[in-house]
């Protein structure tokens, strides 16, 4: 991955960041982290990696994410100066959700085994 590249997901990461604290209020039993940013290499689409907690709330947070995406994507465009501008195009992250999965089959394995 090119170094440009590397710096354009970071830039992405720590905008939608901030416009993500600045444009939404999620409720305060759900937590929003930013993974990773990840964006095309003709720089016209970025995904940006979230991690939603608890896990169920995903569709909620997805829901909001899409009713405010014009607003988030036009707070990115003012701050980075590039061209092109990229498409944010945001993803839940279910590696979590995922572990947590594989945890609970181990430990009825383990416990089945007894």
Not at 49 to 67: D, G, Q, T, W
């Amino acid at each position: 991955m090119s170094q440009r590249i590397e710096k354009v997901n970071e830039l992405i990461k720590q905008e939608v960041g901030k416009a993500l604290l600045s444009e939404m209020n999620f409720p305060l039993d759900i937590l929003v982290t930013i993974i990773s940013a990840s964006v095309s290499k003709d720089l016209r689409y970025a995904d940006v990696f979230i991690s939603v907690l608890p896990f169920e709330k995903k569709n909620e947070v997805k829901e909001a994410l899409r009713e405010n995406i014009y607003f988030i994507q036009k707070k990115i465009n003012k701050k980075l100066v590039m061209n092109p501008l990229p498409r944010i195009v945001f993803k839940i992250d279910e590696t979590g959700e995922q572990v947590k999965k594989i945890d609970e089959l181990i430990k009825k394995i383990h416990k089945d085994d007894k």
